[in-house]
């Protein structure tokens, strides 16, 4: 079975900063790789997601992310963090076919001014 | 625009005391999906359907039932809530499960608390 790891469940970052999110999946088969964002008393947003495609994708608000087979990694990157960043974000993983999304822990991104 | 609305956003129960949660969508998906959240946790899926076909996970508790009366709607009801049941319950929606490249587009969540 599918899962994914986010190392850290604290991010905190100074405004203008490189932002770096990390996740990790463990898959039989090539897995689909979603990175959502939850804010405070929201539901969740698709922020990008890999299908096996490019490896580099783009998302929203300035954020990508890369897959990287070798590594088993999809980490989330966006060069200059903002204050608005500041949210919960979850790593999700599915596998081609009738599975379902399989959520990471979330890593909580602090932006400090 | 095209959205998933869940109604209430704040739910008080009392203990035992059946409660519904309702989500519907304007975005015409085939598949409803309800995943619980637990403080600092991520969403864990209840179950889902596919049109009309319903789909348990194999550890949600039978207190947990759900009803999806027409496209548009789907009803999560908690027959007798425990206090262990407090949690954010969001509403999914996708096209299709039979792609897992499908987006999922959630609800803003209903806030369950459980006196």
């Known amino acids: 079975a599918q899962s994914v790891t986010q190392l850290g469940s604290h991010v905190s970052v100074s405004e203008g900063a490189l932002v770096l999110l990390r996740c990790n999946y463990s898959s039989s088969v090539p897995p689909y790789l979603f990175w959502y964002v939850q804010y405070p008393n929201q539901g969740l947003q698709l922020l990008l997601k890999?299908?096996?495609?490019?490896?580099l994708v783009k998302g929203i608000n300035g954020f990508e992310a890369e897959f990287k087979k070798s590594e088993t990694s999809f980490h989330l990157t966006k060069p200059s963090a903002h204050m608005s960043d500041a949210a919960e974000y979850f790593c999700?993983?599915?596998?081609?076919?009738?599975?379902?999304?399989?959520f990471g822990k979330g890593t909580r991104l602090s932006v400090i001014a | 625009d095209a959205m998933v609305i869940q109604n209430p956003r704040y739910q008080v129960t009392q203990f035992g005391k059946p409660v519904t949660l309702s989500c519907s969508q304007t975005l015409n998906h085939n598949v409803m999906y309800w995943y619980q959240q637990k403080s600092s946790q991520a969403p864990k899926l209840l179950f889902h359907?596919?049109?009309?076909?319903?789909?348990n996970e194999a550890d949600t508790p039978d207190n947990f039932q759900s009803r999806r009366p027409n496209t548009s709607f789907c009803f999560l009801d908690i027959r007798s809530p425990g206090l262990g049941d407090a949690a954010m319950y969001l509403c999914?929606?996708?096209?299709?499960?039979?792609?897992?490249?499908?987006?999922?587009?959630f609800g803003p969540g209903t806030r369950l608390t459980v006196l």
């Open positions: 999700a993983v599915s596998d081609p076919g009738n599975t379902p999304l399989v």
């Open positions: 999914a929606t996708s096209r299709d499960r039979a792609r897992g490249t499908d987006t999922q587009y």
């Open positions: 359907y596919y049109d009309k076909d319903f789909n």
């Open positions: 890999y299908t096996s495609a490019a490896t």
